[in-house]
């Protein structure tokens, strides 16, 4: 048992550095997972500071600080890593994944960098997968390695200097740990320097200015990718307060990059930039990505790998005497890296005898008709009922995410969805959640009353009455009911079109039960 913000919780045991003395190198990566997963806001907490408005603010980055001083790195420890930072609504894991990969295809010619770090969140079949080097997700070894030395370190730091109280407003000390997202910051930044990356590129998890990623201080460049309206509770509900949060990873000193944004938002950008006294260049769809098959062909897509490109570039200037950008051509180091790149559970199809799945986790409006889209391109390829297979957890404003849906359909002329099924993001009918997706910020009797998704299938009901509507407790659930459908008679050259789309923790549950999956 340990306390960790007022809260008691098991730590499974054996705890394998604190309680087996002399076996300090044996590692239970479950153990880690678990420790992880009691470091998650439980729901009544997240709702209790939402009641009062407390949000992130100057005092978490503060608090981020003294966890960073606690395992004893300082900010300017992180120069180090030659960070490629990245903030935006959309496209920043893409943007990232773009980055890092032609940084690696660049290494596989020249041998440098030698390590690639790749920080994004979230993650979509296993944790580990937020941390990467060389485009491989770290072993279940190395991250509970890394895991139980920073718990550790914090533990022992508070042992030593006690509790501090950095956000006066609250009154309450600073828990013992940072909250999941946060501690696995924290570890990151760890584990990159004890392994000796030479670049990190790094995706923020909510906002900029506040977020646990902005303790680097001096990254080569900061890049910020599509901006639109999401986390309004976090960042607030204009485009306007958004993008002042986005705009907090643009530092003096270092280049910054943005792609073509609403007017609203591009102001706001620039007239931080100013402040800052930073020259962030607007890039517009590179050039020289006329010869190259970037997937999805999107113009969004592009926008991702526009802004990947600049920050590789600038990450290779610095650590490679020998590198100086092309601008008339990409070399071909730079086209194998935006071709190969992977990043999995975005416009993702997978055929399964009549059925071709059709995998995508996006989870805002925008992104959610951008994403029905490119489904509607796919189904254009085939005949077949189409099935939708939809959750969001946890966020009211959802129920306006199936207008656009539907509508974005229409306009492509693909008609409507024959099934809809609305599931939640437990994995599995027997067992639960898998250990990775463990989730205590929903509330649980809502999960359990299926309260969300019959909302969601009452809605639909309206807004389109021929549909057969289905509610299930679980993705295994609705991935058999889809299953099912595809044992009744389907007409002469006939597929089903399922879409699984509406949340990453939806996607990646489907993705491991569709592989037969437990791990990466
Ligand atoms: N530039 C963009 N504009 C609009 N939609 C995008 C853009 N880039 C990606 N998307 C959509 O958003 C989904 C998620 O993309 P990605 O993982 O790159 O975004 P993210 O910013 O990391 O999102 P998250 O908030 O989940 O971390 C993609 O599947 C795609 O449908
Ligand atoms: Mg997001
Ligand atoms: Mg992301």
Redesign the pocket.
């Given at each position: 048992m340990a306390t960790q913000g007022g809260r008691t919780y098991n730590v499974p045991s054996p705890h394998p550095n604190s309680e087996t003395p002399g076996d300090k190198d044996k590692m239970f990566p479950q153990d880690a997972i678990d420790a992880l997963n009691s470091l998650q806001t439980p729901y009544a907490i997240v709702e209790a500071r939402r009641k009062a408005g407390i949000r992130p603010d100057a005092a978490s980055i503060a608090e981020m600080h003294e966890y960073l001083r606690r395992i004893g790195y300082t900010s300017s420890d992180l120069d180090r890593l030659n960070v490629l930072h990245?903030a935006?609504?959309?496209?920043?894991?893409?943007?990232?994944?773009f980055a890092a990969s032609i940084l690696l295809h660049y290494q596989r010619a020249h041998k440098i960098p030698r390590k690639i770090g790749l920080f994004?969140?979230?993650h979509l079949i296993a944790v580990r997968e937020r941390i990467r080097i060389n485009d491989v997700p770290v072993s279940e070894d190395i991250f509970a390695r890394y895991f139980f030395q920073v718990w550790d370190k914090l533990g022992e730091a508070e042992e030593r200097e006690g509790q501090r109280i950095i956000d006066q407003r609250l009154d309450i000390p600073m828990p013992t740990r940072p909250v999941y997202s946060r501690y696995l910051t924290l570890m990151s930044y760890h584990l990159f320097l004890q392994e000796g990356i030479d670049v990190a590129v790094y995706?923020t998890?909510?906002g900029g200015e506040f977020d646990a990623t902005n303790v680097v201080a001096h990254p080569l460049a900061s890049g910020i990718?599509?901006l639109?309206i999401?986390?309004v509770f976090a960042l607030g509900d204009t485009i306007e307060k958004i993008a002042w949060h986005k705009a907090g990873i643009m530092k003096a000193g270092s280049a910054a990059f943005t792609?073509e944004q609403v007017p609203e938002a591009a102001k706001v950008l620039q007239e931080r930039a100013k402040e800052k006294g930073v020259a962030l260049k607007v890039l517009g769809v590179d050039p020289r990505l006329k010869s190259v098959n970037v997937r999805p062909d999107a113009l969004?897509?592009k926008?991702?790998a526009s802004l990947g490109i600049a920050l590789a570039e600038v990450a290779l200037q610095k650590i490679d005497p020998n590198f100086t950008p092309d601008p008339s051509a990409l070399s071909k180091e730079f086209v194998d890296g935006l071709e190969k790149v992977v990043?999995r559970?975005?416009?993702e199809v997978k055929a399964e005898g009549p059925i071709i799945w059709h995998v995508?986790?996006?989870?805002?409006v925008?992104?959610?008709k951008?994403?029905t889209k490119?489904f509607a391109g796919e189904c254009a390829k085939r005949t077949g009922p189409k099935v939708l297979v939809f959750n969001q957890q946890g966020r009211d404003e959802a129920i306006h995410f199936l207008e656009g849906i539907i509508s974005s359909l229409k306009a492509q002329g693909q008609g409507t969805f024959e099934h809809v099924v609305f599931c939640t993001n437990v994995t599995y009918a027997s067992t639960g959640y898998k250990r990775d997706f463990v989730n205590h910020q929903h509330d649980p009797a809502a999960i359990k009353a299926l309260t969300a998704q019959r909302a969601f299938a009452e809605k639909w009901s309206s807004l389109d009455p021929t549909a057969n509507v289905a509610v299930v407790p679980t993705i295994e659930d609705a991935i058999n009911y889809v299953r099912d459908l595809s044992k009744a008679p389907l007409g002469e050259g006939e597929t089903i079109q399922a879409f699984i789309t509406g949340s990453?923790h939806l996607v990646g549950g489907a993705l491991g039960i569709l592989e037969g999956a437990d791990a990466l």
């Open positions: 990245v935006g609504t959309k496209g920043k894991g893409s943007t990232c994944a994004t969140s979230p995706e998890g909510i990718s599509t639109g999401d986390h792609i969004f897509q926008k991702n990043w559970g975005r416009c995508d986790g996006a989870h805002t925008d992104s959610l951008m994403a490119w990453l």
